[in-house]
């Protein structure tokens, strides 16, 4: 009676933590090894992220100094180079998986 008891106040999620999962039954990745030419691709991924972080910083100080016709075209331009930033960074995501 008690085990009948402690069955019925377990929740559906501690029930489902008991039975093996889909994710047990699969193999494990293999293991990626890093190449001299996939970390040289990445550091210069890196360094071309840190540049465009630059560029940004530039030109929101041109922004500041500029008018509002200027500061509304550096804006688009600023737009611009953080797509770029985010492109690249998704570069360095990729290569870095692909170890």
Excluded: F, W, Y
Excluded at 1 to 15: F, G, K, Y
Excluded at 29 to 48: E, F, G, H, I, Y
Excluded at 61 to 68: K, V
Excluded at 72 to 78: D, F, Q
């Amino acid at each position: 009676m008690i085990n009948e008891q402690l069955s019925a106040a377990r929740t559906p999620d501690q029930v489902n933590d008991q039975a093996p999962g889909p994710d047990l039954a699969r193999p494990p990745l293999p293991a990626r090894q890093s190449t001299p030419r996939n970390d040289m691709l990445v550091a210069s991924l890196q360094k071309a992220l840190q540049e465009l972080v630059k560029a940004q910083d530039h030109l929101n100080a041109a922004s500041d100094q500029g008018n509002e016709a200027i500061s509304k075209l550096i804006s688009g331009i600023v737009q611009s180079v953080r797509g770029l930033q985010r492109d690249v960074s998704n570069v360095i995501h990729a290569v870095s998986c692909s170890k």
